[in-house]
């Protein structure tokens, strides 16, 4: 079936439903609403509708909470509405291929990031110690019992997504143009490859910067993404911090944004600007 994406656009841009009073004329807001939901559908299936068309629930759902949730200081409604599903849809696609991969098996994002330490952790400790020995010395410094670390040994090298996601018209497009700058990104690679792409476009956003702000960037980068680091990596890039990883690797934590603005006498607030405007050259690179 054809869908004319000028026509629902333009029944989504003049639609009424917005100038009626939900409070006072419930009964015309409702059959707007409808109408609006329809017209969302319609207008998503005629970007894509080979793709968008099996989760017609998904987009009831996400068009009926965007027209609930809606007010004029948000901007134009098919802009917030487009926000909304690339969000859901990325979702979608995202546990799609967690259950393709893994066979239908729940990973949260806890257990995702358990399997990243360990996986560091038990590289640091080396191979030439017995299972047994290796399982109870990780287990203690895990503070895990030793059944879990053998559990997470089972789940090694599960990770999540990739260095894309869904644009509107359900392309693929940067994930960092989605990564809130105070996000562990560690979790959105998957394979060694991509680690190092991405890596690559850190250092070069890195060499960029001026000598002042290098190190507080370090220390800010380097909380985000030690752990998808291996021991080659560190070093050969000049952004990682030297200081942060010496912390993880002794005490498989590591320091707070908050610890790091004390450390060079800046505000929380002052150093998020410092790493929301480094992610910004990051994406740059692209």
Not at 168 to 181: L, M, R, T, V
Request: glycine share 4%; proline share 3%.
């Amino acid at each position: 079936m054809y869908y004319d994406k000028k026509k629902y656009e333009q029944l989504i841009m003049n639609s009424p439903l917005f100038s009626i009073d939900r409070e006072t004329e419930y009964t015309a807001f409702k059959r707007e609403s409808y109408r609006m939901v329809e017209n969302l559908y319609c207008y998503l299936l005629s970007i894509n509708e080979k793709d968008y068309e099996p989760y017609g629930c998904e987009i009831t759902e996400t068009a009926t909470r965007c027209i609930n949730n809606f007010s004029p200081d948000k901007g134009l409604f098919l802009h917030y509405f487009n926000a909304a599903w690339k969000q859901e849809y990325s979702h979608i696609v995202g546990v799609k291929v967690q259950d393709d991969k893994y066979r239908g098996i729940k990973v949260t994002e806890a257990d995702r990031r358990a399997v990243r330490k360990y996986t560091r952790l038990a590289e640091q400790l080396g191979s030439n110690i017995s299972s047994a020995e290796l399982y109870e010395r990780l287990s203690e410094a895990m503070e895990l019992p030793p059944e879990r670390i053998i559990e997470l040994e089972k789940l090694g090298g599960m990770t999540v997504g990739a260095d894309t996601c869904i644009s509107d018209e359900g392309d693929a497009q940067s994930i960092w143009d989605q990564i809130p700058a105070d996000e562990d990104i560690s979790m959105r690679f998957e394979s060694e490859e991509e680690i190092e792409s991405v890596l690559g476009r850190i250092e070069d956003a890195f060499c960029s910067l001026q000598a002042r702000q290098k190190p507080i960037v370090s220390d800010l980068i380097t909380i985000r993404i030690c752990e998808m680091l291996t021991g080659r990596m560190t070093e050969r890039f000049s952004f990682i911090s030297e200081s942060v990883m010496e912390m993880w690797i002794e005490s498989g934590r590591l320091p707070t944004q908050r610890e790091i603005a004390e450390k060079f006498g800046r505000n929380e607030a002052s150093i998020s600007r410092t790493i929301k405007d480094f992610i910004e050259k990051i994406r740059e690179t692209d």
